[in-house]
Protein backbone atom coordinates (compact mmCIF):
# COMPACT_ATOMS: atom_id res chain seq x y z
CA UNK A 1 0.00 0.00 0.00
CA UNK A 2 1.83 3.24 -0.98
CA UNK A 3 0.84 6.44 0.78
CA UNK A 4 1.47 8.55 -1.91
CA UNK A 5 -0.11 6.93 -4.63
CA UNK A 6 -2.81 8.61 -6.60
CA UNK A 7 -6.27 6.65 -7.22
CA UNK A 8 -9.28 7.40 -9.18
CA UNK A 9 -13.24 6.88 -7.75
CA UNK A 10 -16.05 7.20 -9.15
CA UNK A 11 -18.44 10.01 -7.53
CA UNK A 12 -21.53 10.95 -7.95
CA UNK A 13 -22.61 14.90 -8.61
CA UNK A 14 -21.90 17.59 -5.73
CA UNK A 15 -24.41 17.15 -3.18
CA UNK A 16 -24.58 21.12 -2.61
CA UNK A 17 -25.41 21.61 -6.13
CA UNK A 18 -28.81 23.06 -7.06
CA UNK A 19 -31.74 20.84 -7.22
CA UNK A 20 -33.29 20.57 -10.57
CA UNK A 21 -36.09 22.50 -9.97
CA UNK A 22 -34.08 25.29 -8.67
CA UNK A 23 -32.26 25.31 -12.27
CA UNK A 24 -35.30 26.12 -14.37
CA UNK A 25 -35.96 29.34 -16.19
CA UNK A 26 -36.50 32.69 -13.56
CA UNK A 27 -38.66 35.12 -15.20
CA UNK A 28 -37.34 38.42 -14.51
CA UNK A 29 -37.11 42.24 -15.85
CA UNK A 30 -34.61 41.72 -18.51
CA UNK A 31 -36.16 38.48 -19.53
CA UNK A 32 -35.51 34.61 -18.43
CA UNK A 33 -32.50 34.33 -16.21
CA UNK A 34 -29.73 31.54 -17.43
CA UNK A 35 -29.15 29.21 -14.59
CA UNK A 36 -26.29 26.44 -14.62
CA UNK A 37 -27.79 22.84 -15.04
CA UNK A 38 -27.23 20.11 -12.71
CA UNK A 39 -26.80 16.46 -14.24
CA UNK A 40 -26.99 13.54 -11.93
CA UNK A 41 -27.49 10.78 -14.19
CA UNK A 42 -23.75 11.11 -14.77
CA UNK A 43 -20.80 9.39 -13.67
CA UNK A 44 -17.55 11.12 -12.71
CA UNK A 45 -13.99 9.67 -13.00
CA UNK A 46 -11.94 11.78 -10.56
CA UNK A 47 -8.29 11.50 -9.13
CA UNK A 48 -7.75 11.26 -5.73
CA UNK A 49 -4.60 11.87 -4.17
CA UNK A 50 -4.55 9.82 -1.40
CA UNK A 51 -1.78 12.12 0.33
CA UNK A 52 -3.74 15.23 -0.28
CA UNK A 53 -6.92 13.80 1.58
CA UNK A 54 -5.53 14.92 5.19
CA UNK A 55 -3.59 17.82 6.58
CA UNK A 56 -0.09 17.71 7.23
CA UNK A 57 -0.72 17.54 11.30
CA UNK A 58 -4.34 15.33 10.79
CA UNK A 59 -4.07 12.77 14.02
CA UNK A 60 -4.39 10.03 11.92
CA UNK A 61 -0.73 10.53 10.54
CA UNK A 62 0.65 10.96 14.16
CA UNK A 63 -1.36 7.32 14.99
CA UNK A 64 0.50 6.02 11.57
CA UNK A 65 3.94 7.50 12.90
CA UNK A 66 3.49 6.34 16.70
CA UNK A 67 2.20 2.88 15.37
CA UNK A 68 5.26 2.63 12.82
CA UNK A 69 7.64 2.32 15.50
CA UNK A 70 6.33 -0.28 17.14
CA UNK A 71 7.28 -4.24 16.87
CA UNK A 72 4.20 -6.35 15.75
CA UNK A 73 5.99 -9.37 15.19
CA UNK A 74 4.15 -10.98 17.81
CA UNK A 75 0.88 -10.35 15.51
CA UNK A 76 2.83 -11.06 12.23
CA UNK A 77 3.32 -14.71 13.96
CA UNK A 78 -0.13 -15.75 14.33
CA UNK A 79 -0.85 -14.46 10.03
CA UNK A 80 -1.12 -17.93 7.58
CA UNK A 81 -0.73 -16.22 4.85
CA UNK A 82 3.16 -16.26 3.58
CA UNK A 83 5.47 -15.02 0.71
CA UNK A 84 5.77 -17.49 -1.79
CA UNK A 85 1.80 -19.57 -1.15
CA UNK A 86 -1.34 -18.89 -2.62
CA UNK A 87 -3.92 -17.70 -0.87
CA UNK A 88 -5.27 -13.71 0.05
CA UNK A 89 -3.21 -11.56 1.96
CA UNK A 90 -3.70 -11.09 5.39
CA UNK A 91 -4.87 -7.16 6.73
CA UNK A 92 -1.73 -5.19 8.21
CA UNK A 93 -2.12 -5.65 12.44
CA UNK A 94 -0.65 -2.37 12.13
CA UNK A 95 -3.40 -1.19 10.32
CA UNK A 96 -5.44 -2.49 11.92
CA UNK A 97 -4.42 -0.96 15.37
CA UNK A 98 -4.47 2.21 13.56
CA UNK A 99 -8.37 2.04 12.71
CA UNK A 100 -8.69 1.27 16.02
CA UNK A 101 -6.99 4.13 17.62
CA UNK A 102 -8.01 6.64 15.33
CA UNK A 103 -11.81 5.03 15.88
CA UNK A 104 -11.50 5.74 19.20
CA UNK A 105 -9.99 9.27 19.55
CA UNK A 106 -13.24 10.09 17.29
CA UNK A 107 -15.84 8.46 20.00
CA UNK A 108 -16.38 5.67 17.39
CA UNK A 109 -16.86 2.31 19.11
CA UNK A 110 -18.89 0.27 16.34
CA UNK A 111 -17.17 -2.21 14.06
CA UNK A 112 -19.58 -2.02 11.39
CA UNK A 113 -19.10 2.28 12.34
CA UNK A 114 -15.19 1.86 11.55
CA UNK A 115 -15.80 -0.15 8.03
CA UNK A 116 -18.61 2.50 6.81
CA UNK A 117 -15.91 5.38 7.53
CA UNK A 118 -13.36 3.30 5.36
CA UNK A 119 -15.51 4.16 2.70
CA UNK A 120 -16.25 8.01 2.86
CA UNK A 121 -13.93 9.61 5.85
CA UNK A 122 -10.26 10.90 5.13
CA UNK A 123 -8.63 10.11 8.21
CA UNK A 124 -9.74 6.55 7.67
CA UNK A 125 -9.32 6.69 4.02
CA UNK A 126 -5.85 7.98 4.51
CA UNK A 127 -5.37 5.22 6.63
CA UNK A 128 -6.54 2.39 4.33
CA UNK A 129 -5.47 4.11 1.06
CA UNK A 130 -8.76 3.77 0.19
CA UNK A 131 -9.35 0.18 0.75
CA UNK A 132 -12.18 -1.12 2.73
CA UNK A 133 -12.13 -3.52 5.31
CA UNK A 134 -14.75 -5.72 6.44
CA UNK A 135 -16.53 -5.26 9.96
CA UNK A 136 -16.11 -8.87 10.88
CA UNK A 137 -11.95 -8.24 10.46
CA UNK A 138 -12.19 -5.18 12.54
CA UNK A 139 -14.42 -6.67 15.30
CA UNK A 140 -12.37 -10.23 15.57
CA UNK A 141 -9.19 -8.08 15.82
CA UNK A 142 -10.13 -5.62 18.75
CA UNK A 143 -10.23 -9.03 20.90
CA UNK A 144 -8.45 -11.90 19.29
CA UNK A 145 -4.97 -10.38 20.67
CA UNK A 146 -4.82 -10.16 24.73
CA UNK A 147 -1.33 -11.35 25.25
CA UNK A 148 -0.23 -9.24 22.24
CA UNK A 149 -2.16 -6.30 23.86
CA UNK A 150 -0.93 -6.15 26.68
CA UNK A 151 2.70 -6.21 24.99
CA UNK A 152 2.03 -3.26 22.93
CA UNK A 153 0.91 -1.23 25.39
CA UNK A 154 3.86 -1.67 27.16
CA UNK A 155 5.85 -1.00 24.41
CA UNK A 156 4.06 2.53 24.09
CA UNK A 157 4.84 3.19 27.67
CA UNK A 158 8.46 2.60 26.53
CA UNK A 159 8.11 4.90 23.61
CA UNK A 160 6.32 7.29 26.03
CA UNK A 161 9.43 6.52 28.52
CA UNK A 162 12.00 7.08 25.92
CA UNK A 163 10.43 10.26 25.79
CA UNK A 164 10.42 11.69 29.14
CA UNK A 165 7.09 11.60 29.11
CA UNK A 166 6.68 8.70 31.57
CA UNK A 167 8.80 9.09 35.34
CA UNK A 168 6.74 7.10 37.64
CA UNK A 169 7.94 9.09 40.46
CA UNK A 170 4.26 9.45 41.27
CA UNK A 171 1.95 7.41 40.25
CA UNK A 172 -2.12 8.50 40.96
CA UNK A 173 -5.00 5.43 41.21
CA UNK A 174 -8.33 5.63 40.88
CA UNK A 175 -11.33 2.94 39.66
CA UNK A 176 -14.36 3.88 37.99
CA UNK A 177 -17.37 1.79 36.92
CA UNK A 178 -17.79 1.49 33.38
CA UNK A 179 -21.51 -0.47 32.28
CA UNK A 180 -21.31 -3.84 30.59
CA UNK A 181 -22.92 -4.20 27.74
CA UNK A 182 -26.03 -5.72 29.37
CA UNK A 183 -29.51 -4.33 30.62
CA UNK A 184 -30.58 -4.50 34.19
CA UNK A 185 -33.49 -5.73 32.96
CA UNK A 186 -31.04 -9.77 31.52
CA UNK A 187 -30.61 -10.73 35.33
CA UNK A 188 -32.38 -13.99 35.94
CA UNK A 189 -32.47 -16.25 38.78
CA UNK A 190 -31.12 -20.38 38.27
CA UNK A 191 -34.64 -22.10 37.19
CA UNK A 192 -34.89 -19.63 34.50
CA UNK A 193 -31.58 -19.54 33.28
CA UNK A 194 -31.68 -23.33 33.17
CA UNK A 195 -35.11 -23.16 31.12
CA UNK A 196 -33.39 -20.53 28.41
CA UNK A 197 -30.34 -23.03 28.44
CA UNK A 198 -32.63 -26.30 27.65
CA UNK A 199 -34.68 -24.23 25.04
CA UNK A 200 -31.15 -22.90 23.55
CA UNK A 201 -30.09 -26.50 23.26
CA UNK A 202 -32.98 -27.93 21.46
CA UNK A 203 -32.62 -24.92 19.02
CA UNK A 204 -29.15 -25.89 18.09
CA UNK A 205 -29.87 -29.29 17.69
CA UNK A 206 -32.76 -28.54 15.65
CA UNK A 207 -30.85 -26.40 13.43
CA UNK A 208 -29.42 -27.74 9.96
CA UNK A 209 -32.81 -28.15 8.50
CA UNK A 210 -32.11 -26.79 4.91
CA UNK A 211 -35.87 -26.02 4.59
CA UNK A 212 -35.55 -23.63 7.25
CA UNK A 213 -33.14 -21.14 6.31
CA UNK A 214 -32.80 -19.09 3.33
CA UNK A 215 -29.17 -19.35 2.57
CA UNK A 216 -25.71 -21.15 3.19
CA UNK A 217 -24.98 -17.97 4.93
CA UNK A 218 -27.80 -16.81 6.64
CA UNK A 219 -27.77 -20.45 7.89
CA UNK A 220 -23.64 -20.06 9.05
CA UNK A 221 -24.93 -16.96 10.45
CA UNK A 222 -28.03 -18.22 13.14
CA UNK A 223 -26.06 -21.31 13.85
CA UNK A 224 -23.11 -19.32 15.20
CA UNK A 225 -25.95 -16.67 17.17
CA UNK A 226 -27.09 -20.08 18.63
CA UNK A 227 -24.03 -21.37 19.68
CA UNK A 228 -23.24 -18.36 21.23
CA UNK A 229 -25.89 -18.29 22.99
CA UNK A 230 -25.95 -21.16 24.47
CA UNK A 231 -22.27 -20.89 25.83
CA UNK A 232 -23.27 -17.56 27.56
CA UNK A 233 -26.25 -19.39 29.14
CA UNK A 234 -24.07 -22.23 30.07
CA UNK A 235 -21.60 -19.42 31.38
CA UNK A 236 -24.15 -18.01 33.49
CA UNK A 237 -24.71 -21.49 35.43
CA UNK A 238 -21.17 -20.72 36.07
CA UNK A 239 -21.34 -17.44 37.50
CA UNK A 240 -24.26 -18.01 39.67
CA UNK A 241 -22.06 -19.87 41.58
CA UNK A 242 -19.21 -17.72 42.29
CA UNK A 243 -22.18 -15.04 43.12
CA UNK A 244 -23.37 -17.76 45.21
CA UNK A 245 -20.34 -18.18 47.18
CA UNK A 246 -19.88 -14.68 48.54
CA UNK A 247 -23.68 -13.80 49.47
CA UNK A 248 -24.26 -14.60 53.01
CA UNK A 249 -27.12 -16.73 54.28
CA UNK A 250 -28.84 -19.36 52.17
CA UNK A 251 -32.27 -17.20 51.34
CA UNK A 252 -29.69 -14.63 49.60
CA UNK A 253 -27.75 -17.60 47.74
CA UNK A 254 -31.71 -18.66 46.40
CA UNK A 255 -32.11 -15.62 45.10
CA UNK A 256 -28.84 -14.39 43.30
CA UNK A 257 -29.40 -13.70 40.10
CA UNK A 258 -26.98 -13.37 37.22
CA UNK A 259 -27.19 -11.72 33.69
CA UNK A 260 -27.85 -13.76 30.81
CA UNK A 261 -26.42 -11.11 28.02
CA UNK A 262 -23.27 -10.40 29.60
CA UNK A 263 -22.86 -13.07 32.94
CA UNK A 264 -19.43 -11.87 33.55
CA UNK A 265 -20.68 -8.61 34.74
CA UNK A 266 -21.68 -7.34 38.02
CA UNK A 267 -24.73 -5.06 39.32
CA UNK A 268 -22.29 -2.03 41.05
CA UNK A 269 -23.05 1.10 42.56
CA UNK A 270 -22.58 4.15 39.54
CA UNK A 271 -21.38 7.76 40.24
CA UNK A 272 -25.08 9.26 40.30
CA UNK A 273 -26.36 6.68 42.84
CA UNK A 274 -27.60 4.37 40.91
CA UNK A 275 -27.09 0.83 39.82
CA UNK A 276 -25.93 -1.00 36.86
CA UNK A 277 -24.41 -4.19 35.31
CA UNK A 278 -21.16 -3.36 34.94
CA UNK A 279 -17.42 -3.50 35.73
CA UNK A 280 -15.26 -1.94 37.69
CA UNK A 281 -12.58 -0.66 35.78
CA UNK A 282 -8.76 0.50 37.12
CA UNK A 283 -6.90 2.97 36.03
CA UNK A 284 -3.16 4.25 37.26
CA UNK A 285 -2.00 7.51 36.02
CA UNK A 286 1.45 9.03 36.31
CA UNK A 287 1.60 12.41 37.43
CA UNK A 288 4.24 13.61 35.28
CA UNK A 289 2.41 14.42 32.27
CA UNK A 290 -0.81 12.41 33.29
CA UNK A 291 -0.36 9.40 31.08
CA UNK A 292 -1.66 6.21 31.60
CA UNK A 293 0.52 3.52 32.54
CA UNK A 294 -1.78 0.40 33.63
CA UNK A 295 -5.28 -0.24 33.30
CA UNK A 296 -7.44 -3.26 34.03
CA UNK A 297 -10.74 -4.26 34.99
CA UNK A 298 -12.53 -6.50 38.19
CA UNK A 299 -15.71 -7.90 38.78
CA UNK A 300 -15.42 -6.59 42.49
CA UNK A 301 -17.36 -3.11 42.70
CA UNK A 302 -15.12 -2.00 46.26
CA UNK A 303 -12.28 -0.41 44.82
CA UNK A 304 -10.73 -1.61 48.54
CA UNK A 305 -8.57 -4.48 47.62
CA UNK A 306 -7.57 -3.44 44.39
CA UNK A 307 -4.02 -1.66 44.91
CA UNK A 308 -1.76 -4.34 45.16
CA UNK A 309 -2.79 -6.12 41.68
CA UNK A 310 -2.60 -2.50 39.76
CA UNK A 311 0.46 -1.65 41.77
CA UNK A 312 1.79 -4.88 40.02
CA UNK A 313 0.71 -4.13 36.77
CA UNK A 314 2.41 -0.98 36.39
CA UNK A 315 6.06 -2.39 37.34
CA UNK A 316 4.75 -5.31 34.54
CA UNK A 317 3.65 -2.75 32.06
CA UNK A 318 7.05 -1.06 32.38
CA UNK A 319 9.91 -2.93 34.11
CA UNK A 320 10.36 -0.18 36.79
CA UNK A 321 9.32 0.35 39.90
CA UNK A 322 6.72 3.01 41.46
CA UNK A 323 8.02 5.68 43.94
CA UNK A 324 4.99 6.96 45.45
CA UNK A 325 1.72 5.86 44.93
CA UNK A 326 -1.45 8.34 45.95
CA UNK A 327 -4.90 6.76 45.91
CA UNK A 328 -8.15 8.35 47.57
CA UNK A 329 -9.81 6.86 50.96
CA UNK A 330 -11.77 3.51 49.14
CA UNK A 331 -8.08 2.01 48.42
CA UNK A 332 -6.60 3.25 52.06
CA UNK A 333 -6.49 0.27 54.58
CA UNK A 334 -4.29 -0.67 56.74
CA UNK A 335 -3.47 -3.97 54.58
CA UNK A 336 -2.21 -1.78 51.66
CA UNK A 337 -0.46 0.54 53.71
CA UNK A 338 1.49 -2.66 55.09
CA UNK A 339 1.53 -3.88 51.52
CA UNK A 340 3.46 -0.74 49.62
CA UNK A 341 5.30 -0.62 52.85
CA UNK A 342 6.85 -4.11 51.82
CA UNK A 343 7.31 -2.71 48.65
CA UNK A 344 9.01 0.01 48.86
CA UNK A 345 6.68 2.40 47.41
CA UNK A 346 5.68 5.42 49.33
CA UNK A 347 1.84 5.65 49.86
CA UNK A 348 -0.40 8.97 50.12
CA UNK A 349 -4.09 8.32 51.14
CA UNK A 350 -6.81 9.19 53.01
CA UNK A 351 -7.11 6.69 56.17
CA UNK A 352 -10.71 6.75 57.89
CA UNK A 353 -9.54 6.66 61.89
CA UNK A 354 -9.79 3.36 63.79
CA UNK A 355 -13.42 2.85 65.27
CA UNK A 356 -13.84 0.01 66.92
CA UNK A 357 -17.68 0.40 67.35
CA UNK A 358 -19.26 2.99 66.27
CA UNK A 359 -22.33 5.00 68.43
CA UNK A 360 -24.99 3.54 66.59
CA UNK A 361 -23.66 0.20 67.24
CA UNK A 362 -23.79 0.54 70.88
CA UNK A 363 -27.09 1.93 70.67
CA UNK A 364 -28.78 -1.02 68.64
CA UNK A 365 -27.20 -3.47 71.39
CA UNK A 366 -28.62 -1.14 74.01
CA UNK A 367 -25.80 0.24 75.57
CA UNK A 368 -25.89 4.02 76.74
CA UNK A 369 -23.50 6.72 76.35
CA UNK A 370 -22.39 6.44 79.38
CA UNK A 371 -20.53 2.98 79.59
CA UNK A 372 -19.40 3.68 76.00
CA UNK A 373 -15.64 2.86 76.14
CA UNK A 374 -14.06 6.05 76.65
CA UNK A 375 -15.84 6.08 79.70
CA UNK A 376 -13.30 2.99 80.72
CA UNK A 377 -9.82 4.00 81.91
CA UNK A 378 -6.83 2.40 81.05
CA UNK A 379 -3.94 1.79 83.13
CA UNK A 380 -1.07 1.27 81.08
CA UNK A 381 0.96 -0.46 84.18
CA UNK A 382 -1.27 -3.15 84.76
CA UNK A 383 -2.80 -3.74 81.82
CA UNK A 384 -6.12 -3.16 82.82
CA UNK A 385 -9.41 -1.25 81.93
CA UNK A 386 -11.62 0.14 85.15
CA UNK A 387 -14.91 0.27 84.10
CA UNK A 388 -17.49 3.25 85.34
CA UNK A 389 -18.37 0.80 88.20
CA UNK A 390 -14.77 0.19 89.42
CA UNK A 391 -14.88 -3.20 88.22
CA UNK A 392 -11.24 -4.41 86.36
CA UNK A 393 -11.25 -6.01 82.92
CA UNK A 394 -7.96 -8.23 82.54
CA UNK A 395 -6.46 -9.58 79.42
CA UNK A 396 -8.24 -11.85 77.62
CA UNK A 397 -6.53 -12.23 74.40
CA UNK A 398 -5.49 -10.45 70.96
CA UNK A 399 -6.55 -11.04 67.47
CA UNK A 400 -4.10 -9.88 64.66
CA UNK A 401 -5.29 -8.51 61.01
CA UNK A 402 -3.02 -6.76 58.25
CA UNK A 403 -1.50 -3.34 60.06
CA UNK A 404 -3.05 -3.74 63.61
CA UNK A 405 -3.54 -6.06 66.89
CA UNK A 406 -6.71 -6.27 68.62
CA UNK A 407 -6.60 -6.53 72.32
CA UNK A 408 -8.89 -7.91 74.42
CA UNK A 409 -10.14 -7.10 78.22
CA UNK A 410 -13.22 -8.82 79.84
CA UNK A 411 -14.85 -8.22 83.15
CA UNK A 412 -15.81 -11.38 85.08
CA UNK A 413 -19.06 -12.01 83.69
CA UNK A 414 -19.80 -12.84 87.46
CA UNK A 415 -19.84 -9.21 88.27
CA UNK A 416 -21.52 -8.06 85.65
CA UNK A 417 -24.58 -10.38 86.50
CA UNK A 418 -25.49 -8.72 89.30
CA UNK A 419 -24.26 -5.11 88.63
CA UNK A 420 -27.29 -2.38 89.20
CA UNK A 421 -25.95 -0.76 85.43
CA UNK A 422 -26.08 -4.08 83.58
CA UNK A 423 -28.53 -2.82 81.73
CA UNK A 424 -27.11 -0.15 80.33
CA UNK A 425 -23.34 -1.58 80.19
CA UNK A 426 -24.12 -5.02 78.52
CA UNK A 427 -28.23 -5.95 78.04
CA UNK A 428 -27.48 -8.29 75.61
CA UNK A 429 -24.45 -10.49 77.49
CA UNK A 430 -26.08 -13.63 78.97
CA UNK A 431 -23.11 -15.14 80.07
CA UNK A 432 -19.86 -13.52 79.45
CA UNK A 433 -19.11 -9.99 81.29
CA UNK A 434 -18.18 -6.60 79.42
CA UNK A 435 -15.80 -6.85 76.69
CA UNK A 436 -13.45 -3.81 75.40
CA UNK A 437 -11.40 -3.74 72.45
CA UNK A 438 -8.13 -2.21 72.85
CA UNK A 439 -6.47 -1.62 69.35
CA UNK A 440 -2.72 -1.41 68.69
CA UNK A 441 -1.48 -0.60 65.05
CA UNK A 442 1.34 -1.62 63.73
CA UNK A 443 3.99 1.03 63.62
CA UNK A 444 3.86 1.21 59.22
CA UNK A 445 0.68 2.31 60.20
CA UNK A 446 0.82 4.91 62.73
CA UNK A 447 3.94 6.29 60.63
CA UNK A 448 1.81 7.14 57.54
CA UNK A 449 -0.61 8.73 59.71
CA UNK A 450 1.27 11.03 61.29
CA UNK A 451 2.57 11.52 57.67
CA UNK A 452 -0.70 12.22 56.45
CA UNK A 453 -1.23 14.90 59.20
CA UNK A 454 1.65 17.31 57.40
CA UNK A 455 0.96 19.90 54.67
CA UNK A 456 3.67 18.28 52.30
CA UNK A 457 1.67 15.32 52.02
CA UNK A 458 -1.86 16.97 52.46
CA UNK A 459 -0.61 18.85 49.50
CA UNK A 460 0.19 15.90 47.05
CA UNK A 461 -3.15 14.50 47.93
CA UNK A 462 -5.05 17.62 47.02
CA UNK A 463 -3.50 17.31 43.40
CA UNK A 464 -4.87 13.63 43.17
CA UNK A 465 -8.26 14.06 42.02
CA UNK A 466 -7.57 16.21 39.13
CA UNK A 467 -4.89 13.69 37.85
CA UNK A 468 -6.41 10.66 38.27
CA UNK A 469 -9.90 11.32 37.45
CA UNK A 470 -8.82 13.25 34.20
CA UNK A 471 -8.19 10.25 32.39
CA UNK A 472 -11.56 8.06 33.64
CA UNK A 473 -13.20 11.27 32.53
CA UNK A 474 -11.49 11.37 29.30
CA UNK A 475 -12.30 7.76 28.46
CA UNK A 476 -15.61 8.30 28.80
CA UNK A 477 -16.42 11.90 27.49
CA UNK A 478 -13.96 11.85 24.20
CA UNK A 479 -14.11 8.25 24.12
CA UNK A 480 -17.65 7.54 24.34
CA UNK A 481 -16.68 4.27 26.65
CA UNK A 482 -19.19 4.94 29.15
CA UNK A 483 -20.56 1.35 28.42
CA UNK A 484 -18.28 -1.21 27.28
CA UNK A 485 -19.44 -2.29 23.71
CA UNK A 486 -18.10 -6.20 23.85
CA UNK A 487 -19.12 -8.76 26.65
CA UNK A 488 -16.78 -10.94 28.81
CA UNK A 489 -14.03 -9.64 31.45
CA UNK A 490 -11.02 -10.75 28.90
CA UNK A 491 -12.83 -8.62 26.04
CA UNK A 492 -14.08 -5.92 28.23
CA UNK A 493 -10.51 -5.86 29.61
CA UNK A 494 -8.82 -5.84 26.10
CA UNK A 495 -11.49 -2.50 25.10
CA UNK A 496 -10.35 -0.96 27.93
CA UNK A 497 -6.96 -1.16 27.02
CA UNK A 498 -7.40 0.23 23.89
CA UNK A 499 -9.12 2.92 24.73
CA UNK A 500 -6.03 3.42 27.21
CA UNK A 501 -3.66 3.63 24.31
CA UNK A 502 -5.83 5.72 22.51
CA UNK A 503 -5.63 8.15 25.39
CA UNK A 504 -1.98 8.05 25.67
CA UNK A 505 -1.59 8.16 21.84
CA UNK A 506 -3.72 11.42 21.95
CA UNK A 507 -1.70 12.97 25.06
CA UNK A 508 1.33 12.04 23.18
CA UNK A 509 0.30 14.34 19.65
CA UNK A 510 -0.74 17.03 22.80
CA UNK A 511 2.67 16.55 23.88
CA UNK A 512 5.21 15.65 21.84
CA UNK A 513 4.47 15.02 18.31
CA UNK A 514 2.84 18.43 17.12
CA UNK A 515 5.95 20.15 18.51
CA UNK A 516 8.33 18.13 16.71
CA UNK A 517 5.96 18.69 13.54
CA UNK A 518 6.60 22.61 13.99
CA UNK A 519 9.92 21.82 14.61
CA UNK A 520 10.42 20.08 11.31
CA UNK A 521 8.88 22.74 8.96
CA UNK A 522 10.47 25.33 10.44
S1 LIG B 1 -21.83 -4.38 83.89
FE1 LIG B 1 -19.79 -5.02 84.37
S2 LIG B 1 -18.48 -3.70 83.21
FE2 LIG B 1 -20.49 -2.80 83.19
S3 LIG B 1 -20.45 -1.33 84.83
FE3 LIG B 1 -21.22 -3.21 85.67
S4 LIG B 1 -19.46 -4.31 86.43
FE4 LIG B 1 -18.73 -2.69 85.13
Known amino acids: MSETAVQTEWVSAPAMALRASDSAPVGGAKGLARLKAVDRKQLMLRPVDVEQLIEEDHPARA ?33 LASLWIYAYSRGIGSAREVARRCGYDPGFQWLTGLQEVNYHTLADFRVSYQSELDELFAQALGLLSAEGLITLERVMHDGTKIKACAGADSFRREERIRAHLEAARGQVAAMGDPRAEPSARQRAARQRAQRERTQRLEQALEELEKIREVKAGSEAKAQARVSQSDPESRVMKQGDG ?63 VVAMDEKGIEMIGSMAEHNEQSAGQLQRRGVTEAFYPQAFAYDAQQDVYRCPAGTLLRHDGQEKAAGIVHHLYRAPAATCAACPFKSQCCPQNESKGRRITRAVEAPVVEAFKAKMQTE ?9 GAVAEFPNAWLKAKIGLRQFRVRGLEKVSMELLWACLTYNIQQWIRLSWRTQLQAAVV
Open 63 to 95: IWAFTGRMDWSRFLASIQAVEGVAGREAWDPRL
Open 274 to 336: GFAPSYNAQISTDAAHGLIVGAGVTQCGSDYGELVGSVERVEQSTGQKLKQVVVDGGFTSRES
Open 456 to 464: AAKAIYRLR
